[in-house]
């Protein structure tokens, strides 16, 4: 597991470089994810077995085609959170972190609309978003933002952007709602 620091992140966006990454505390919402998906292909599995040893009739073959689509999914879903956990690990931003990065809850100013997001390793690991704008960190939106400052100005999609404030405590909250989620 590769670790980086804020610093580096925001070092990485600046350099143009891929910043799809994990935030630490989404390291624990990976591996439940990753388990629960495991219980459902194994309950699909047997259900599937199930099927298959029942006589051959139209209804059986309908429930086994369904059944079989329906692992394909969970297992397509569980390839894509397994390469999720291979991504790099960014720390937490500490509460005083005066800068937007991974984990950060921005609100700013985009022509005469003020939005409020909350950067995040990849929206898709979230079954709930709390109420939040979630915005993954290698987003076209969030690579502009990251590493700004209250009162920063950037451009995006032609209009300027202008941060003002920013929070770096509300990640752990999301994680643990969306953890109660796989209970």
Known sequence: MTTMSVDDLVALNDSGGSVAVVIL????LLDRCLESLRLQQDAL???KTLVAEQSGDNWHDGAFNATDAAARMVSSQADGVRKMS???VVASPDDDEKRVTAGSLVTFVQGSETFEIL???NV???RDDTGLSLCSVGSP???VLLGLR???VSSFRGQ???VTGLKQSRLGALVEANLALYA
């Open 25 to 28: 505390p989404e390291r624990v």
């Open 119 to 121: 950067l995040v390793g």
């Open 160 to 162: 300027s952007v202008r």
């Open 141 to 143: 939106l969030s690579r």
């Open 45 to 47: 599995v047997a259900e």
């Open 124 to 126: 898709g690991l979230y």
């Open 150 to 152: 209250v009162g920063d």
């Open 86 to 88: 291979g991504l790099p």
